[in-house]
């Protein structure tokens, strides 16, 4: 099994290739875990070049997603993969990731990442191009909505 791992704004995406079985699943919920540790509470974790997962790894995932959302955060899932979707739907875990599972990263970025968020502020609406400035979406942390909403307010003021 490899694992990589990127960040893409407040994102940390984890590809994961090969097998995994009871060992690197436990790599796997490790890592995993040490991201969620570091303050991140939203995960991609792109599952499309997995050939085998064990009930460990299902188990690590599902485990660290219970976990993510007492934190107000969310996995999504990055799965094209007929085997890992077969899984999915036979474990009925689709149902536990309804609107959480992208057929890739791509799609994940359109739907999720590059948005049009709009705030509003007392007597006006202010828009803005999240992939110019900043993104607020559905799984960020309230600190960070809060900090990203005073930011733009600063913004805001400045322009009047």
């Known amino acids: 099994m490899e694992i990589k791992i990127k960040t893409i704004d407040s994102y940390k995406i984890i590809t ?13 919920d ?10 991140y509470n939203t995960l991609v974790i792109d599952l499309n070049e997995v050939r085998s997962i064990c009930s460990g790894g299902i188990g690590a995932i599902v485990f660290n997603f219970t976990t993510i959302k ?30 959480f599972i992208f057929k890739s990263v791509k799609e994940f970025s359109k739907k999720i990442i590059n948005k049009l968020v709009i705030i509003v502020v007392p007597g006006k609406s202010y828009g803005v191009r999240v992939n110019n400035f900043i993104r607020i979406s559905f799984g960020m ?13 600063n913004e805001y003021k400045k322009n009047l």
């Open 141 to 153: 942390s309230t600190k960070i909505i809060k900090e990203a909403c005073q930011r733009i307010f």
């Open 16 to 28: 994961v290739q090969g097998i995994i079985d009871w060992e690197n699943a436990k790599i796997l």
């Open 30 to 39: 490790f890592k995993i875990k040490k991201i969620i540790d570091e303050g």
């Open 70 to 99: 007492k934190k107000d955060g969310i996995i999504y899932i990055i799965s094209s993969n007929d085997y890992i979707n077969y899984l999915f739907e036979t474990l009925k875990l689709n149902i536990i990731f309804d609107g």
